[in-house]
T-cell receptor, first 112, second 115 residues
Framework: DGGITQSPKYLFRKEGQNVTLSCEQNLNHDAMYWYRQDPGQGLRLIYYSQIVNDFQKGDIAEGYSVSREKKESFPLTVTSAQKNPTAFYLC???????????FGEGSRLTVL | AQSVTQPDIHITVSEGASLELRCNYSYGATPYLFWYVQSPGQGLQLLLKYFSGDTLVQGIKGFEAEFKRSQSSFNLRKPSVHWSDAAEYFCAVGVSYSSASKIIFGSGTRLSIRP
């Protein structure tokens, strides 16, 4: 079955630690995205990548980093510089042509 | 700047009743419009999309939406809701046809169903 796999689903970390969220897709999509979701605020774009070895900042990139070494993979690192990292993180992919996003099931990060 | 407004944070309707969720956008040109649905703790699923042509678009699960340029609106409707429709609904606008990276989401409307 084609789709997007995010892991872990739940993650707890101490303040000041970096954490990396995994996102893998087997849809053969060129474009991949990371969104952050907070209650009442909808989805906000963190980073996106439209091709391997290239990525751009979204609206709230500060305190986050990404890499895109393979078409299938787009991991997100939440660094200690992110002031309020507790949130629900969603990864998505797209062919980039239709504009339709395909989402993973999300990762919930709680920083203690 | 482009924006999407969903004025209703939370709506409750009775099972079997009709539903309309409102969405207004701000964008200078013809936008590409989407409705997504999210069950608790899950990712988002596309319900329907509008790119061009017929302004009334049909989606999955019996949903439809109508694009009204004069009102900058793209309201979602369903004639008879089912308990399984309880979820959060997001309207989104894509401002570039070739680049999904410009998709902007509204803040969402949570739908509850009264038995």
């Amino acid at each position: 079955d084609g789709g997007i796999t995010q892991s872990p689903k739940y993650l707890f970390r101490k303040e000041g630690q970096n954490v990396t969220l995994s996102c893998e897709q087997n849809l053969n999509h060129d474009a991949m995205y990371w969104y952050r979701q907070d209650p009442g605020q909808g989805l906000r774009l963190i980073y996106y990548s439209q091709i391997v070895n290239d990525f751009q900042k979204g609206d709230i990139a500060e305190g986050y980093s990404v890499s895109r070494e393979k078409k299938e993979s787009f991991p997100l690192t939440v660094t200690s510089a992110q002031k309020n990292p507790t949130a629900f993180y969603l990864c998505a992919s797209s062919t980039g042509y239709t504009g339709e996003l395909f989402f993973g099931e999300g990762s919930r990060l709680t920083v203690l | 700047a482009q924006s999407v407004t969903q004025p209703d944070i939370h709506i409750t309707v009775s099972e079997g009743a009709s539903l309309e969720l409102r969405c207004n956008y701000s964008y200078g040109a013809t936008p590409y419009l989407f409705w997504y649905v999210q069950s608790p703790g899950q990712g988002l699923q596309l319900l329907l999309k509008y790119f061009s042509g017929d302004t009334l678009v049909q989606g999955i699960k019996g949903f439809e939406a109508e694009f009204k340029r004069s009102q900058s609106s793209f309201n979602l409707r369903k004639p008879s809701v089912h308990w399984s429709d309880a979820a959060e609904y997001f309207c989104a606008v894509g401002v570039s046809y070739s680049s999904a990276s410009k998709i902007i989401f509204g803040s969402g409307t949570r739908l509850s169903i009264r038995p």
